[in-house]
């Protein structure tokens, strides 16, 4: 009769080791919670507070009886990281949670067929809808990318593979540029473009307003990412005779992929929700425009900025229920990005 021997994991804590930790969580939010009301100190702050003192402090002792002096220090620099990760990570909940709850209620079907041509702002949230803000705003996001990412990556490449004449005023310029306000960048576009030739408001031309702010983020992001390619498949693509552009086209910016398209995905975040450039290069029109290269165009950043301007509860809910078209947008957009970067290169 033989023995099934089950596999032994000594490094999983047993169900005695977990339930201290758990005691020390529930200990912790009660004296967090009775310390708050026999105190002056009250709000959701000082609850953090207290609670991450109370059970730092707990799980310090903890740790020091049950395994010694290297554990407890363990145990007190895994708490501190922890909760430094929670505090970066709390706005963005914040800011997650408010534009779901005050832009949901402004949710209705109307929203994605109707524009605001023949409804005012101030009317009751039922009418009109963001049909030719979001034609725009898709319209402004693809123009930027067409007309950023190929200057922005080639930029790159020259930088990292070519470091030909230039390129210390090049990487000068660049980083100048990703200093520039983005009113800055509409107000060049406004006096250069709008006021000096045949062009006038419309999409291409926030697209050019759009494109000086994205250029930057793209070219200093697909430069790090270039450079983390080994030097090795470089010099591995010139041994076996390959010319210099030969061995980027076909080694390294297919081995960069991924990181080009972050750099592509962090140029969309840069510019999908400024308003600024937007203001002098648009014009805002509030009727659809399929025509990207002519008439004023809409938009979601513009739309939420019009709507907060006026000031009253419908305007205002209409601005909030823009926001989270315009999260969910970016979001949706972000996602696609990221399931089609991730596919394998094919032979």
Same mark, same amino acid.
């Given at each position: 009769?033989?023995?099934?021997?089950?596999?032994?994991?000594?490094?999983?804590?047993?169900?005695?080791?977990?339930?201290?930790?758990?005691? $020390?969580?529930?200990?912790?939010?009660?004296?967090?919670?009775?310390?708050?009301?026999?105190?002056?100190?009250?709000?959701?702050?000082?609850?953090?507070?207290?609670?991450?003192?109370?059970?730092?402090?707990?799980?310090?002792?903890?740790?020091?009886?049950?395994?010694?002096?290297?554990?407890?220090?363990?145990?007190?620099?895994?708490?501190?990281?922890?909760?430094?990760?929670? $505090?970066?990570?709390?706005?963005?909940?914040?800011?997650?949670?408010?534009?779901?709850?005050?832009?949901?209620?402004?949710?209705?079907?109307?929203?994605?067929?109707?524009?605001?041509?023949?409804?005012?702002?101030?009317?009751?949230?039922?009418?009109?809808?963001?049909?030719?803000?979001?034609?725009?705003?898709?319209?402004?996001?693809?123009?930027?990318?067409?007309?950023?990412?190929?200057?922005?990556?080639?930029?790159?490449?020259?930088?990292?593979?070519?470091?030909?004449?230039?390129?210390?005023?090049?990487?000068?310029?660049?980083?100048?540029?990703?200093?520039?306000?983005?009113?800055?960048?509409?107000?060049?576009?406004?006096?250069?473009?709008?006021?000096?030739?045949?062009?006038?408001?419309?999409?291409?031309?926030?697209?050019?307003?759009?494109?000086?702010?994205?250029?930057?983020?793209?070219?200093?992001?697909?430069?790090?990412?270039?450079?983390?390619?080994?030097?090795?498949?470089?010099?591995?693509?010139?041994?076996?005779?390959?010319?210099?552009?030969?061995?980027?086209?076909?080694?390294?910016?297919?081995?960069?992929?991924?990181?080009?398209?972050?750099?592509?995905?962090?140029?969309?975040?840069?510019?999908?929700?400024?308003?600024?450039?937007?203001?002098?290069?648009?014009?805002?029109?509030?009727?659809?425009?399929?025509?990207?290269?002519?008439?004023?165009?809409?938009?979601?950043?513009?739309?939420?900025?019009?709507?907060?301007?006026?000031?009253?509860?419908?305007?205002?809910?209409?601005?909030?229920?823009?926001?989270?078209?315009?999260?969910?947008?970016?979001?949706?957009?972000?996602?696609?990005?990221?399931?089609?970067?991730?596919?394998?290169?094919?032979?």
């Amino acid at each position: 009769m033989s023995t099934e021997i089950k596999p032994q994991k000594p490094w999983q804590a047993t169900p005695k080791e977990l339930a201290y930790p758990t005691f $020390i969580v529930i200990f912790s939010a009660i004296a967090a919670y009775l310390t708050i009301l026999g105190s002056p100190m009250n709000g959701k702050l000082a609850f953090a507070f207290l609670f991450f003192a109370f059970s730092t402090t707990s799980m310090f002792i903890y740790k020091f009886r049950l395994r010694g002096r290297q554990a407890a220090i363990d145990s007190l620099a895994g708490s501190i990281a922890l909760t430094g990760a929670l $505090i970066v990570f709390a706005p963005v909940i914040s800011i997650l949670v408010t534009t779901i709850v005050k832009g949901a209620p402004g949710l209705h079907w109307s929203l994605f067929t109707e524009t605001m041509f023949s409804a005012s702002y101030m009317d009751p949230t039922d009418k009109g809808g963001l049909l030719h803000a979001i034609v725009g705003t898709l319209y402004l996001i693809l123009l930027s990318i067409i007309i950023s990412v190929p200057m922005g990556i080639l930029t790159a490449l020259y930088l990292t593979e070519i470091k030909g004449p230039g390129s210390k005023f090049i990487q000068f310029t660049v980083q100048a540029m990703s200093g520039v306000p983005s009113v800055v960048a509409g107000l060049f576009i406004f006096a250069a473009v709008i006021l000096t030739t045949p062009l006038k408001a419309s999409g291409i031309v926030g697209a050019f307003a759009l494109s000086i702010l994205m250029v930057p983020t793209v070219t200093r992001t697909a430069q790090e990412v270039l450079l983390l390619v080994p030097n090795d498949l470089r010099e591995a693509g010139l041994a076996m005779g390959a010319t210099q552009w030969r061995t980027v086209a076909s080694i390294v910016v297919p081995a960069a992929r991924n990181g080009l398209l972050t750099a592509t995905i962090l140029g969309v975040a840069r510019i999908a929700g400024e308003t600024a450039p937007l203001i002098f290069t648009i014009g805002g029109s509030d009727k659809l425009n399929l025509n990207p290269f002519h008439d004023y165009q809409g938009a979601l950043p513009f739309y939420v900025w019009k709507g907060l301007l006026l000031g009253t509860p419908e305007s205002i809910q209409r601005a909030w229920t823009g926001i989270l078209i315009l999260l969910i947008l970016v979001l949706t957009l972000f996602t696609l990005a990221r399931r089609f970067g991730s596919r394998k290169v094919g032979k």
